[in-house]
């Protein structure tokens, strides 16, 4: 899946997003045990919210391959890696994720 955009009245609100939704109940349905993102650090509204949501700050050492290549993409593309984090959630217990 790719970028995952949250709508900032969503934000202010404080609500689930649909989007997200969908990313924890396909992570779930597919044997995924948790769901990760990468982020802005430094953006006021990003980690924060995030954390509030259950998201943990994945220290760099524990970041597993796949997410390193993520990174190393946005690097690619002009994102600055120190501005960064990536972020994971556990996934839903098993009998959450079926409806």
Do not use: C
Not at 12 to 36: C, F, H, I, K, Q
Not at 87 to 94: A, D, N, T, Y
């Amino acid at each position: 899946m790719g970028a995952l955009a949250i709508v900032v009245t969503w934000l202010a609100l404080r609500l689930r997003t649909p989007s997200r939704d969908r990313a924890e109940r396909w992570a779930a349905r597919n044997g995924y045990g948790a769901v990760t993102l990468t982020t802005f650090r430094d953006v006021p509204w990003n980690l924060p919210f995030y954390a509030r949501l259950g998201f943990d700050v994945v220290a760099p050492d524990e970041v597993s391959a796949s997410l390193r290549a993520i990174v190393e993409d946005e690097t690619r593309r002009g994102l600055d890696p120190s501005r960064r984090v990536v972020m994971k959630r556990p996934g839903p217990p098993q009998s959450d994720h079926l409806n």
